[in-house]
Structure formats: C-alpha cells, structure tokens
C-alpha cells in the first residue's frame, strides 16, 4: 500500500510569512494525525482527526496555527505568521482504529 | 500523567555488537500500549513494535528482542549483532487510554550509530 504522502518536503521562510504543509494518509485510514519534532526531540502531537472532525487539537497553538480534514481525507496545517521558533520537521501519520501509526516523510520548516 | 524517558541520548558500537536501548514510562492507566519507532536519516518514522500491557511475554524478530517488565516500567530494546543499518534514532512511545490507535506520547529518542 502507498504510504503517508507529505509535500513540500522542505520549506524556507521569513517570519511572520505563512505557510502550509499537505498530507495525504493511507487510504481507508480514519485516523489522521500531526506532529510537530523539533531537533534532538520526540514528536509531540499538534491534532488529531477521527474523519472530518478534530478530536484533539489541545496542543494546537489556535493563535497561529489551523488545520482542516475537508471530507476526511486529505489535510492541510497552516501557520500564519510563521515565527522563528516554528523551526521543526511537521510529521503527519494516519491509522486505522487500534492499529500503529504509519508516519509519512515530513515537511521540515526552517524560519529566518 | 504520561511520560517517557529514554535517558540514553546517543550510543555508538561497533558492527557485530549487541546494544540495548532503555526506555522507562509513566502512566496510571491500567490498559496502555508501548511502541517502538526506529527514525532513519530520512526522516521517516518505521514501527517495529507494539506491545499492550497485559502482555508481559518478550518477544524476538530476528537481530531484535523487546524486555517488557511492569515491575519496572521498562520497555528496553536490545539488537544483535549490530549493523550499520541500524545507524538512526529511536524513538520509545506510549498511547494513553488503552488505544493504540490514540496519540502517541514519544521520548526523546537514542541516537544508535554502528561503525563497520
């Protein structure tokens, strides 16, 4: 089966820009997830999505940060405006109920 | 609340070794699933494993063996017989509320380098 699919790979911007970030999770998979991992670090989730609906985004940053699941499928994660600590790699994973996270490549972020 | 702590941050061996990455977790729940990720240079985060914690019985796949024990927290990972494709990071993670399919709560990682 074709993995979790994530695009831009990388992304260069100045702060205060916006950007966002794609993912596309393996088909029939409910369960839709973004992480964010900053360097020399563990991810840690930003949200999470049962279909369309946000059923945890309490680490989400609302002041900056969105995202949507527009039919439960694919998913976007905006930041705007970017700041210098938003320098991470965004991870976005995918799962069937009870079943291990499948994690795609990331999208790594740097902000000058 | 949950934790997980991989105190180990970088080991290095060389090829032929055996190694053991340790990880200790916290949690009150009763039900909960434990996960190994390993990270490669690419980026991409690989499952290995994922144990529930009524299942004590260690388990073997080939060069790798996962030491479960309640009785400590830990979840430590041994590989044999190291290779330089073992050369990543690995992550040891936890999921709260007896799903495995909930969120995962990583540690911090182990940094494996393997030298031929």
């Known amino acids: 089966e074709a993995g979790v699919v994530q695009s831009p790979r990388y992304k260069i911007i100045e702060k205060k820009q916006p950007v966002a970030f794609w993912c596309n999770p393996i088909?029939?998979?409910?369960?839709l997830y973004w992480y964010r991992q900053n360097l020399g670090q563990g991810p840690e989730l930003l949200i999470r999505?049962?279909?369309?609906?946000?059923?945890?985004d309490s680490q989400l940053p609302k002041d900056r940060f969105s995202a949507e699941r527009l039919k439960g499928v694919d998913s976007t994660l905006k930041i705007q405006p970017a700041e210098l600590g938003d320098s991470a790699v965004y991870l976005c994973?995918?799962?069937?109920?009870?079943?291990?996270?499948?994690f795609g490549n990331g999208t790594r972020l740097t902000v000058t | 609340a949950q934790k997980v702590t991989q105190a180990q941050t970088e080991i290095s061996v060389v090829e032929k070794e055996d190694v053991t990455l340790d990880c200790v977790y916290e949690?009150?729940?009763?039900?909960?699933?434990l996960f190994w990720y390993k990270q490669p240079p690419s980026g991409e985060l690989v499952f290995l494993i994922r144990?529930?914690?009524?299942?004590?019985q260690n388990e073997i796949s080939g060069r790798y063996s996962w030491n479960f024990q309640k009785s400590t927290s830990s979840f430590n990972f041994t590989i044999t017989a190291s290779q330089v494709v073992d050369s990543a990071v690995y992550f040891c993670?936890?999921?709260?509320?007896?799903?495995?399919?909930?969120?995962?709560?990583f540690g911090k990682g182990t940094t494996l380098s393997v030298s031929s």
């Open positions: 994973a995918s799962s069937h109920p009870l079943a291990p996270l499948h």
């Open positions: 088909s029939g998979h409910n369960t």
């Open positions: 999505y049962e279909n369309e609906e946000a059923v945890d």
């Open positions: 144990r529930n914690s009524f299942d004590e």
């Open positions: 993670a936890l999921s709260e509320a007896g799903q495995a399919g909930t969120a995962l709560i």
């Open positions: 949690t009150r729940d009763t039900t909960y699933y």
